[in-house]
């Protein structure tokens, strides 16, 4: 949501915003991806299942989508920056 409200408070032209919800939309498919493999395989994990927790099942999703971001996202418009793996995992 706080994505959107960027997006939509920037003063840019069609062909930026079309960029930008690409990206939005990569991203989304992205995370989609990465919960469906770890559902998936937790078994093989060796970690208890989420699959009876929704509360803990959300915490996960917000924790892999916010990973991404810090990962990944490379966004001037909302002054965000990825960080590349070598300080996402000393954070």
């Given at each position: 949501m706080v994505l959107i409200i960027a997006i939509l408070n920037d003063e840019t032209n069609r062909d930026e915003l079309y960029e930008k919800f690409t990206c939005?939309?990569?991203?989304?498919?992205?995370?989609?991806v990465m919960n469906t493999n770890?559902?998936?395989?937790?078994?093989?994990?060796?970690?208890?299942?989420?699959r009876h927790s929704p509360a803990e099942l959300m915490a996960s999703l917000y924790l892999q989508v916010a990973t991404t971001l810090v990962v990944y996202a490379n966004w001037s418009f909302v002054r965000i920056k990825g960080m590349e793996w070598d300080w996402t995992s000393v954070i």
């Open positions: 939005y939309h990569l991203l989304v498919e992205i995370v989609i770890f559902l998936l395989l937790q078994d093989k994990f060796g970690v208890r299942s989420l």
